[in-house]
């Protein structure tokens, strides 16, 4: 492997554990999203998927001390977004989307394995495939919380809008 390649890998290595380390699903356990009784699934979902992380930062580290490097933690890598108060339901797609990230990231570091220690590959399969096992696990429940987060903001527009034509329909009978 060049010394551009190595640089790489090092360099892919450090930034998914930055992401590890500050993970999407510690986040969203720190976050205050505004939440309702039916988004509870969903929650204990993302919990549940949160107790994994912790692991993967300790994985990612001994990979690259494997490697004779030292790990180094970048800065947090949504500093630029403003997430709290927003529905569990859309934090959950954010967390989505970065884990779906996280699996890119890991293809591109296996990419560009070669003559590295079997344990190295064998590492960031292994977090590749928990990373493609949440994303699916999270799925399905995102789907119908958006679809549920949606009817009842159709079921709110209707009900405020019916509320405007009575007060203009009694305003016009008054008129008359």
Known sequence: MSTRQRTELISRLNALLTRSVYSPLAYFSEAEPYAVEADRPLVELLESLQAEDDRYALLLAGVLESLDEVPEVGAFPLWYRDLNYLSVPYLAKVVREQLESDVARADAILGLLTDEPPAVRAA????????????????????????REAETYRAEAAEAKATRDAIKAEAKAKAD
């Open 124 to 147: 960031i399969e292994s977090l590749r495939a928990d990373r493609v096992d949440q994303v699916r696990a999270l799925e399905q429940p995102i789907a119908e919380a958006l679809a």
